[in-house]
């Protein structure tokens, strides 16, 4: 059986073995998401020896000749020698200055310990101790100088359970910035643009309305935004006017205003995020409205494995 060897720790496991289970298994304490190579918080470095991977395509590929994989798409078939991904020497500090809550949801904003380059709708992974969890960038690159995250924490979970703890002041760290299928892109400056978000989905959304006005977008801009506490309500009717038109939906409403949606342009481009049932019922109506699938683009909210 191949060795798997972690610091000052070696032992055994049967060939083929999920690396993120065998870690887990030793109590290593990985931390995981998704377990779909889309969260990144389970990354490890390779030191010696290499795992198979079934998603390579899911780093960079200056992270890969580092030696960096996610651990819940490797299998270990060789001896292998590996560092976990430690938030403390890998990760860089962002200290809170603003904690705001609208009902469940927190509004949390961070500033860098250096400027970051980043696009509105890309995501962060955000190292609270040792739990990690990936969110979508609210903020807008160029304008606003902090960071900004938009966290559900109606329901318990690790991450959200030390969020509510949190104080202006405290330190958390910030793993890899990625892009998501959500961007503006210029060549939709003339074009209709619908922005539909569920709950916290309404995170990359607002940095995109923003980014899309500051480009000096002509076409109509048609924001819905599904949830039980509307937490950018105010933000979002000050933008409201004859460009931008701002729907805030009731949850029991949902399948109401799905119904309502009417294309006027086969041009029309439209971005949706939210939950995995939310995005699936917007894009079902997408599809009967006619909007064509390439102008169609998705960010899905996984819940923790």
Known sequence: MPELCVGERQW?????????????????????????????????????????????????????????????????????????FDPRSDGLPAAVIGLDWFGDVLRLRLRSERPLRYQAGQHVLLWLGAVARPYSLASL????????????????????????????????????????????????????????????????LWGILREALRQGHQGEIQVMHVAREHYLAEALQALAGKQVSVELVASEDFEAALAGLRLASRQTVALVCGAPNSVERFARRLFIAGVPRGQVFADVFVEPA
Not at 20 to 33: H, I, K, R, W
Not at 158 to 178: I, P, T, Y
């Open 12 to 84: 055994a496991v049967p060939g083929g073995s999920n690396l993120l289970d065998a870690l887990n298994e030793a109590g290593l304490n990985v931390p995981y998401s998704c377990r779909a190579g889309s969260c990144h918080a389970c990354l490890v470095r390779c030191l010696d020896g290499m795992p198979i991977d079934a998603k390579p395509e899911a780093l960079a590929a200056d992270k890969r000749e580092q030696g960096w994989r996610l651990a819940c798409q490797c299998a270990v078939v060789s001896d292998l020698r590996v560092a976990l």
């Open 141 to 204: 690159p160029g304008e606003d100088d902090y960071l900004e995250f938009h966290i559900d924490c109606q329901r318990p979970g690790a991450f959200c359970d030390q969020a509510r703890g949190l104080q202006v002041g405290d330190e958390l760290r910030l793993g890899e910035f990625r892009g998501g299928a959500l961007h503006y892109e210029l060549d939709w400056l003339d074009r209709p643009l619908w922005l539909l978000a569920a709950g916290t989905g309404l995170a990359p």
